[in-house]
Nanobody, 124 residues
């Protein structure tokens, strides 16, 4: 069964760091773009960081300079290093694979694979 499983979330104080991991399993094809999204409480889901097959990275303005996406292709893992965390970073974080790069972002055009999410809670 193709699956993405996130881990590494939890409570953290403002200014702290977390490293989220996303493990792909089954006969998974991570595709041309992998990404992290987040769903803050009471808000819409938003894209946080994208990483294309050619190494191009794109970050949401709100996390630029604080978050870094990376990938280990040998084991189908994707990571999100989050530093200088702020209370507004509190959200359920999802990873996604099999996205299609379009211009300056990536989209799920029907073949995307999504994890169940890991909760990040940043206290002030």
């Amino acid at each position: 069964q193709v699956r993405l499983t996130e881990s590494g979330g939890g409570p953290v104080q403002a200014g702290g760091s977390l490293r989220l991991s996303c493990a792909g399993s089954g006969d998974i094809h991570m595709g041309d773009c992998v990404a992290w999204f987040r769903h803050p409480p009471g808000k819409e889901r938003e894209g946080v960081a994208y990483l294309s097959r050619n190494g191009m990275t794109i970050y949401a303005e709100s996390v630029e300079g604080r978050f870094a996406i990376s990938r280990d292709k040998d084991i189908n893992n994707v990571y999100l290093q989050m530093d200088s965390l702020k209370p507004e970073d509190t959200a359920l974080y999802y990873c996604a694979a099999g996205l299609i790069p379009v211009g300056s972002t990536c989209y799920d055009l029907g073949d995307g694979i999504w994890g169940q999410g890991t909760q990040v809670t940043v206290s002030s």
